[in-house]
């Protein structure tokens, strides 16, 4: 069973930057596309960035395009999420998933995922 683990969210300025990390247990991800998510108080999930599995396709949220870099290293079985000029509007839970369907897409269609971590906070604020 495939098991998601998020890291390196924290308290960080406005215009800062984080990196935040997805590590897999229980399986590899080379099978899967992997997507960034999050959820900001009082509001719904939201896809961030997504990548496909070969990491050859990623997709981004207008929001973020321009900011935020997807990238995964299959070799270390991690995906990463850098986020640069952090805005408070940042502010939220970031998930990652796993989705084992349509793997050379990097649609961020949130039902496809089936596998999601806990999440990590991530604050932007001065």
């Known amino acids: 069973q495939l098991q998601l683990v998020e890291s390196g969210g924290g308290l960080v300025q406005p215009g800062g930057s984080l990196r935040l990390s997805c590590a897999a247990s229980?399986?590899?991800?080379?099978?899967?596309?992997i997507g960034w998510f999050r959820q900001a108080p009082g509001k719904e999930r939201e896809g961030v960035s997504c990548?496909?599995?070969?990491?050859?396709?990623?997709n981004y949220a207008d929001s973020v395009k321009g900011r935020f870099t997807i990238s995964r290293d299959n070799a270390k079985n991690t995906v990463y999420l850098q986020m640069n000029s952090l805005k408070p509007e940042d502010t939220a839970v970031y998930y990652c998933a796993a989705r084992g369907l349509w793997t050379a897409s990097p649609m961020c269609v949130m039902p496809m995922y089936a596998y999601w971590g806990m999440g990590t906070q991530v604050t932007v604020s001065s």
């Open positions: 229980g399986s590899t991800l080379d099978g899967y596309a």
């Open positions: 990548i496909s599995k070969s990491g050859g396709s990623t």
